[in-house]
């Protein structure tokens, strides 16, 4: 349940962030403000793989709901699978993945709201941040 009520919302988002950003900024403008370079993709990208993986790890501990241990065990194996994806795509196009992934601040914050709460604040907050 957690899992479809999950993927609907992700869904929803895209899509609305996309037809903003399709109606609400002109091509060129548009395009200057989501330029990033790569070294600033690849750390973002991987601190929020990292986060997503060391959070639900954190989460088949912590979590009491079978539903949300399920969750978690898939947001591993999506995101594991994710980053190797990411640092193949890096390789093809001759830039490197960092060796050690960090969590950007922001993410080590988060992780230590996760780690301060237990029972349902913790399942209330992991599946927020999600």
């Known amino acids: 349940m957690i899992r479809t009520l999950m993927t609907a919302a992700a869904g929803l ?3 609305s962030s996309t037809a903003f950003a399709q109606e609400a900024l002109p091509g060129s403008e548009a395009d200057a403000m989501f330029a990033v370079d790569t070294p600033t993709f690849t750390k973002l990208v991987t601190s929020s793989n990292q986060f997503e993986i060391q959070s639900s790890e954190l989460a088949e501990d912590k979590a009491q709901s079978d539903d949300v241990k399920e969750f978690a065990t ?27 992934p960090m969590l950007s601040p922001k993410h080590q914050a988060m992780m230590a709201l996760l780690q301060n709460a237990d029972g349902a604040e913790f399942e209330a907050l992991y599946v927020d941040m999600q």
């Open 74 to 100: 898939q947001m591993i194996a999506d995101h594991t699978k994710a980053a190797e994806d990411f640092t193949a795509a890096l390789a093809e196009g001759g830039a490197d993945a960092p060796a050690e």
């Open 13 to 15: 988002m895209l899509l």
